[in-house]
């Protein structure tokens, strides 16, 4: 592989790969801080939609019963849960993707991306499923726990290690789903722009220009993957919650027009500008240290399997 001039390290290095994940931990990680007020209103609308049933309404009940404290309740497992995970999505998403395109060379684009985000989201929701449980807990039972010091050993005293990965499969269930749509529509959104829009190689652009691209693929992503993934979203909620044993009680309990409307408009509030954030810092770190902005990797993998 050969080395460029100015980058800190060469793309699909070990080094590359540890540069993807620490830029996905910081750029997941202090977005979903920044939203937790929005992430604790859903969480509620999701699991009392009577009471909270408008997000102006839910802020204003939110502030006058439990204070403006309340709106940052959960915040620790927003950062440190939501950073593991993005760390595990955007690092191995970049190591499969580049697995993937060397293994299966006469498969279509699509097919790679689906399986590469599909990959790396198994691994990270392992890793966010126990920080998401106590989250939920914090969020919607006020005398639960402060947060997670003191959230992770009372909920393992009071359900054992499967308290922390009940919500596992639903978690699947949201997730896999809007990663698969999220990162393809992504990939292919770059490329629409830079080929329809733009008419330039992503070369020829500057940093800036780049990462305005980053930036409105992102949101496009954001926004279908929402759609996709919110009747999961509803019932992690409510199983977290125990307001209902299982999935299928679940789904009967919130109903299926209920498990695609309830709280999207919130969630598409959150959701598109937060993968927008992300994958703008995420960008803008691997810029910043020497590599070209993400999306639109086929031509790199096909050089870097030439020159193997």
């Known amino acids: ?24 931990m910081l750029s997941a990680g202090t977005t979903h801080l920044a939203i937790t007020p929005l992430d604790v209103l859903k969480v509620n609308m999701q699991v009392n939609p009577i009471k909270y049933n408008k997000m102006a309404s839910g802020f204003s009940i939110l502030w ?30 970049e190591y499969f993707k580049k697995l993937y395109s060397d293994v299966l060379k006469d498969h279509n684009r699509s ?9 790396a989201q198994v691994f990270a929701d392992v ?3 126990p920080f998401e449980a106590v989250k939920v807990r914090v969020q919607t039972q ?11 050993p009372k909920l393992y005293a009071t359900e054992g290690l499967a308290g922390f990965y009940k919500g596992l499969f639903p978690l699947w269930g949201r997730n896999l789903p809007f990663s698969m749509i999220m990162f393809t529509t ?19 652009c500057s940093r800036a220009q780049q990462l305005g691209v980053t930036c409105l693929a ?34 009967r309990n919130i109903g299926l027009v209920n498990l695609f409307t ?21 960008d803008t770190i691997k810029v910043l240290c020497g590599l070209p902005s993400s999306g639109g990797l086929t031509r790199r993998l096909e050089e870097a399997n030439l020159s193997a």
């Open 262 to 282: 309830r709280s999207l408009p919130v969630r598409i509030t959150l959701v598109g500008p937060v993968v927008t954030l992300q994958w703008f810092f995420y």
């Open 127 to 129: 890793a966010l499923c």
């Open 1 to 24: 592989m050969r080395k460029v001039e100015g980058r800190l390290c060469e793309e699909f290095s070990p080094a590359y790969y540890g540069l993807c994940t620490v830029g996905g």
């Open 218 to 251: 992102a949101y496009a992503a954001g926004a279908v993957g929402t759609v996709i993934s919110n009747p999961a979203d509803n019932i992690v909620s409510s199983l977290y919650n125990k307001k209902a044993d299982n999935v299928m009680q679940a789904v």
């Open 186 to 204: 992504f990939e292919h959104s770059v490329d629409l722009i830079y080929h329809k829009v733009m008419q330039r190689r992503k070369e020829d």
């Open 111 to 119: 097919t790679i991306f689906f399986l590469s985000s599909a990959s």
């Open 64 to 93: 006058k019963e439990q204070g403006p404290s309340s709106l940052w309740r959960g915040w620790s497992g927003k950062l440190f849960g939501y950073g593991v995970q993005g760390g595990c999505r955007f690092g191995l998403y």
């Open 142 to 152: 006020p005398y639960f726990s402060k947060g997670l010091v003191d959230g992770f």
